[in-house]
């Protein structure tokens, strides 16, 4: 990665979702089974019973976005996406300024989950909900508080945080606080 175009802050936001939201088994590469456990993990979370249609729907989902990540990222085609195929797949989105469609479902799929209520905004507890199975309720209060200011949040708006978090080199971008705080922002 010596020739990164990224700048370190980037990488580190990057490399940082890397393990704490795609590679459940935190192996070091992101696999099929990681989404399998991804899903079992969003089904504990919100309750819902096992084959229910929303489970169902989530699993599908999921198998799409895998597909796409893999097709795109899995540059030696060995079935798993190493930090620096990962790296490197963010480099080319950045640079062409473009977000590939399995991310844009991952999004809109990140969006759903998180609104658990269904009313197409997420509030505070909906954030913690979620968050607090893959970070700190403490980082859940203060990253829902940097990236809202308190009020819920829009789908677009959550599109805009996403954009900001993947894409931004900017360090008080909100959208850097999108999944907790991060611990080279923590002051
Ligand atoms: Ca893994
Ligand atoms: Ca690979
Ligand atoms: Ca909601």
């Not at 490399?15 to 795609?22: N, T």
């Not at 099929?32 to 249609?53: G, H, S, T």
């Not at 895998?66 to 540059?75: C, H, I, P, Q």
């Not at 930090?83 to 797949?89: G, Q, S």
Request: a negative charge; proline letters at 2%; charged letters at 35%.
């Amino acid at each position: 990665m010596a020739d990164s175009q990224l700048t370190n802050f980037q990488k580190s936001k990057i490399l940082r979702v890397f393990s704490i939201l795609y590679d459940s088994d935190k192996d070091g590469f992101i696999e099929e089974r990681d989404f399998v456990m991804a899903i079992e993990k969003v089904r504990q979370i919100l309750e819902w019973p096992v084959d229910c249609d929303k489970h169902k729907e989530t699993q599908e989902a999921l198998g799409l976005i895998w597909k796409g990540l893999r097709a795109y990222a899995d540059v030696n085609a060995d079935d798993r996406v190493s930090k620096e195929e990962w790296v490197r797949m963010w480099e080319d989105c950045i640079r062409s300024d473009t977000v590939p469609e399995w991310q844009q479902k991952f999004m809109d799929f990140m969006f759903n989950v998180n609104d658990k209520s269904g009313d197409n905004e997420i509030d505070e507890n909906e954030y913690k909900t979620y968050y607090q199975n893959y970070i700190s309720v403490d980082e859940c209060e203060k990253a829902f508080q940097k990236i809202s200011g308190g009020k819920n949040i829009s789908r677009s708006e959550f599109g805009q945080l996403w954009k900001d978090y993947f894409f931004s080199d900017d360090r008080q971008a909100k959208g850097n606080y999108l999944f907790g705080v991060p611990d080279f922002l923590a002051a």
